[in-house]
């Protein structure tokens, strides 16, 4: 796991991991150069419990802290946690046992309750092994996909290592870079329950970055072409290292953006929290008219309830 100014939602975190049930762990938690007072949480969590091992480093971002991270791990199999998120109690022992079971398989997920930032329930993300196809000649970056959650995953460790773990150059999109190459060695299965929660900020949803992580995603298919054809990556590899973020945070158009969606999922199941989000879109995006709409709409059938 790594972790950035995490000290708001990483307790929880650490208790789900610490708490995985009938299966032996060791948890590498990477400090990314936290300001905050993530890296004393840490340091508590490593006296209480001798199974957590924290390692600091300045900021450099999520591949550079996964890497490190990947390095330190001892035991056969790494899984992957995001701070913020949560894994169910059995889920470590049910992935492990999935990959025993499957000599053929490099990397187990699980289906994902993906949660809005105050634990409101949004969707279930259920991919399926077969919408997680390994590269083919002749198809397109389109076809690319990874599991439910980034932080649902289990693999191999010799796996992991023999296709070269993540890569520096990508600062984004690190986990399909890393998928794509695991599934030209092996299968990816899936245990098609929820095993993972993950939580999710406006800000994340933002789609900020996703001009970069579509060009990732060509320089990825680009990379998964040469390998089949017994050609030289470096070139991408060095493509790849160019894109960089801009230096711009998720902007309030960007998180107006998020706020949207996560009050679109609400909105049947809890209209009154669903118009606090189109509110909040609005606050960030004052021209939202999609917003504008559905909070009057909200807002009066809130009253006809209130009357009848």
């Not at 794509?180 to 789609?207: D, K, N, Q, T």
Request: aromatic share 8%; with cysteine; hydrophobic share 40%.
């Amino acid at each position: 796991m790594a972790a950035y100014n995490a000290e708001a939602v990483l307790l929880p975190t650490l208790e789900s991991v610490l708490g995985q049930q009938d299966v032996s762990l060791e948890m590498i938690v990477v400090d990314d150069g936290s300001n905050d007072s993530t890296s004393e949480i840490l340091r508590d969590a490593a006296n209480n419990d001798a199974r957590v091992e924290v390692f600091r480093q300045p900021n450099s971002g999520l591949t550079a802290a996964l890497i490190r991270g990947c390095r330190e791990a001892k035991g056969d199999f790494i899984a992957r946690q995001d701070a913020g998120d949560l894994s169910l109690p059995q889920r470590f022992r049910l992935q492990m046992e999935k990959l025993l079971a499957e000599p053929g398989a490099v990397m187990c997920s699980s289906f994902v309750d993906c949660l809005g930032p105050e634990g409101e329930f949004l969707f279930t993300a259920s991919v399926t092994e077969v919408e997680t196809p390994v590269n083919r000649l002749g198809e397109s970056s389109a076809s690319l996909r990874g599991p439910s959650h980034h932080g649902a995953v289990m693999m191999r460790r010799e796996a992991y290592e023999a296709v070269g773990g993540y890569r520096s150059p990508f600062y984004f999109a690190q986990d399909i870079d890393l998928w794509s190459r695991l599934m030209e060695r092996g299968r990816h299965v899936v245990i098609p329950e929820v095993l993972y929660r993950a939580r999710l900020e406006p800000s994340s949803l933002s789609g900020r970055y996703a001009n970069e992580q579509r060009r990732l995603a060509e320089l990825i298919w680009k990379a998964g072409e040469a390998r089949c054809a017994g050609e030289d990556e470096e070139p991408i590899l060095r493509a790849a290292e160019k894109i960089r973020a801009q230096g711009r945070g998720a902007g309030r158009r960007g998180i107006a953006a998020g706020a949207y969606f996560i009050g679109s999922c609400l909105q049947k199941r809890d209209a009154e929290v669903a118009r606090r989000y189109f509110l909040e879109t609005v606050a960030n995006d004052p021209f939202h008219l999609k917003a504008w709409l559905k909070i009057v709409g909200l807002g009066r059938g809130l009253l006809r309830r209130q009357d009848s």
